[in-house]
């Protein structure tokens, strides 16, 4: 059995879409021993503790950078955890915390990286006018939006798109792609050669 913690700070679909993977069996043998919001009225929370699940709040406000992830990193090592995952968690980890789990800890990012990294990704996109964008699912590292890529997923951008319909667009991939990624890592059946994340026959 593996353990996953997921760090969140809103609506939390991407939870969901993990939690549901789980369930269903689209991954296997694991379970969810912590949901962290640093937002106290992140619906993703909520959803944490409708599902029966370990939910708990660790406000960021007032905190410096370090205080808080020491705070996570501490809940963090009071539940078995395998993987971290990130899912709409809108703090940079200080390079402490990305220390204590190398290789440990996923993000999802809506755009195909290293494109648009940074704050509304989908926006960005949008804007620039490209014709493809999509999602990332990456490890972290102390850089923002930045360690090896693990997925990407990609969706054409529609001549009758908005930028809300864009974003729904890239969040359905961004379901399926975080699903694939935890089976990836979960299967610990990879290398990583410089930023390349190589699957292993
Ligand atoms: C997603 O677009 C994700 O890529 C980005 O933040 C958003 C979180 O959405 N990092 P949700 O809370 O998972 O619904």
Known sequence: ???LAI????RGS??????????????????????????PDAAGIATARQRGLNALVIPSKGKTR???????VAA?????????????????LSPWFVQQY????????????????????QEQAFAYGVKVTGCTVHFVDEELDHGPIIVQRSCQVLETDNERTLAARILEQEHIAYTEAVNLI????????GRRFCKKN
């Open 1 to 3: 059995m593996k353990y």
């Open 102 to 121: 190398p290789h440990k800890i996923l993000n999802i990012h809506p755009s195909l990286l290293p494109a648009f990294p940074g704050l509304e990704a």
């Open 14 to 39: 991407n939870f969901v879409a993990i939690a549901d993977s789980i369930d269903a069996g689209r991954i296997r043998d694991a379970r969810i021993s912590a949901v962290i919001s640093n937002k």
């Open 76 to 92: 963090l090592k009071e539940n078995r955890v395998d993987l971290i995952c990130l899912a709409g968690y809108m703090r940079l």
């Open 186 to 193: 979960l299967s610990g059946n990879f290398e990583i050669v």
């Open 7 to 10: 760090l969140l700070s809103g």
């Open 66 to 72: 370090e205080q808080h992830d020491h705070a996570v």
